[in-house]
């Protein structure tokens, strides 16, 4: 990566709402920082979590979690995968803007660095210019506006220089709005549902505020840090001449450090090769041998799991938290009728057959009439048949559900299953959309999942195995190793609740 020097900024003004102009609003699709306060004080309010900056409200914060002010530490925002922007427009209100007495209380940031972000196959890499900027130290939205090359995708925010606070030594962060400015197709729907997860969140923490969680199976330790055990990177231009990449776990080398985990890795893998929901007709056994299911959570955990895994790139721990503990949910039989699941499925067999008709079609299309030299088509014909090269979706939630087949299979009893499998079509996309089939397979051994595997079409293969303990009748989580297999990379991650 090129290293740029920094840039120093004027202090931003200050205002009483933000006033983003052209610019559309994103919102995050999740929030990490180095480290945030956890201790007796927000013990059952949890006023000091990272996704706070995001929740609209000035009465929340982010706040640093070292010893004194917090020079050093950094906050990530992660949005949408842009490919066409120009310029973050960042809206901050600095300090603790409860009310003025804990606005001077707290330490607030003085200069911070902002530096884009873009998801690389390692993990998260900076692009583009950093910038420095100093905040004024004053309650209200001050703007700041930082240029983006044109693929990014968050911003990490790092604390340079901090304001004392009259009492105590923590840096505090009330909110960041951001903006984009850039030629991207703006998907309102999407920052909509994105903002309702941060508010869902919010609300979801002051509900077990309220409760204490005292009947929740499962504690989570306040958050997970990760630890990189393998790291490597495939040759993809030799595969291609043997015949292509296998993102199986057979891939993964053996090593002592992780060798039991894989294990238990590729048993589920191997289950889910057996149920897999795209195999056509019976070829699934989850459909042919499984108990169609839904399920209820007795005691939610998803706002725990989300600020707990925070550092994880891959929700699929966090989207099935409330299953992973079978003392913390009850599932009951789906009485979808055998003719209806026959009817979804011959449904989906003739969309397949219309999706091979369309792109041989559009192949032979292509080959009698070729573009002029120079030009290109914006997709290939399978993307085409499928989204229409990122137009209008062809088709609603409840098609694309019933074209392609998902649903929630339970292996074993109600009450005491082995294996769950949800799979799910959905609409994905910022630029362009399109359909992506997602499936997640939990197994447990005895009351507690095993491993989590995540299945999402064209994207790497995400296996997670959990290893638990026990400690005052609860359980916990004291470790979860992935394994994240790509084309063109090999990554194993250990997750460990920070010290």
């Not at 009483?16 to 945030?36: I, K, N, Q, W, Y």
């Not at 296998?246 to 238990?264: H, I, K």
């Not at 994905?428 to 359909?435: L, S």
Request: with cysteine; proline share 5%.
């Amino acid at each position: 990566m090129i290293l740029l020097s920094l840039l120093l900024a004027a202090a931003p003004p200050v205002l009483l709402e933000p006033d983003a102009g052209s610019a559309h609003r994103l919102h995050p699709r999740r929030v990490t920082a180095s480290s945030f306060l956890a201790n007796g004080w927000n013990k059952h309010e949890q006023n000091y979590l990272p996704l706070y900056v995001a929740d609209e409200d000035p009465t929340t914060a982010w706040v640093e979690g070292v010893k004194g002010r917090g020079e050093g530490e950094s906050l990530e925002w992660w949005g949408p995968a842009l490919t066409k922007a120009k310029a973050y427009r960042l809206f901050v209100r600095n300090g603790f803007q409860k009310t003025d007495k804990l606005f001077r209380a707290n330490a607030r940031p003085r200069k911070v660095k902002l530096e884009p972000l873009v998801q690389g196959e390692t993990g998260p890499q900076t692009t583009g210019t950093p910038l420095e900027v100093e905040l004024k130290d004053v309650r209200g939205w001050q703007e700041v506006r930082l240029p983006v090359p044109a693929k990014v995708a968050g911003v990490r925010l790092t604390l340079v220089t901090t304001y004392p606070g009259s009492a105590y030594e923590d840096t505090c962060l009330s909110d960041l709005r951001v903006y984009v400015e850039g030629d991207d197709p703006y998907r309102p729907e999407a920052e909509a549902a994105a903002f309702e997860v941060v508010r869902a969140f919010a609300l979801e923490r002051k509900q077990a505020a309220a409760r204490k969680d005292t009947g929740a199976k499962l504690a989570w330790a306040p958050r997970y840090t990760a630890e990189t055990l393998l790291s490597q990177e495939r040759d993809t231009k030799k595969a291609a001449g043997l015949g292509g990449v296998w993102t199986g776990l057979d891939s993964v080398p053996e090593q002592e450090s992780y060798r039991a985990a894989l294990a238990l890795a590729r048993n589920a893998e191997a289950l889910f090769s057996s149920v897999d929901l795209e195999l056509n007709g019976s070829g699934s056994l989850a459909r042919t041998h499984w108990t169609r299911v839904t399920y209820s959570e007795r005691q939610s955990q998803g706002a725990a799991a989300m600020t707990a895994l925070s550092a994880m790139e891959d929700d699929g721990v966090r989207d099935v938290a409330g299953l992973l503990h079978l003392g913390n949910v009850s599932f009951t039989e789906d009485k979808t009728t055998q003719a209806e699941q026959a009817a979804r499925e011959a449904e989906r067999e003739k969309y397949e057959l219309a999706q091979r008709t369309c792109v041989n079609t559009c192949e032979k299309t292509r080959k009698k009439k070729p573009l002029p030299a120079g030009e290109s088509y914006d997709c290939d014909c399978k993307d085409e048949c499928a989204d229409n090269c990122g137009g209008p979706p062809l088709y609603s939630a409840e098609e694309l559900d019933r074209r392609y087949g998902g649903g929630e299979f339970l292996q074993g009893s109600l009450e005491e299953p082995t294996a769950y499998l949800f799979g799910v079509a959905q609409q994905t996309g910022n630029r362009e959309v399109w359909v992506r089939f997602r499936q997640t397979l939990v197994t447990y051994a005895g009351d507690k999942a095993e491993v989590v595997l995540r299945q999402v079409e064209d994207a790497p293969l995400q296996v997670h195995v959990l290893d638990w303990k026990e400690s005052k009748g609860k359980a916990s989580i004291a470790s979860i190793t992935s394994f994240i297999v790509s084309s063109e990379s090999i990554r194993v991650l250990r997750y460990r609740p920070a010290t």
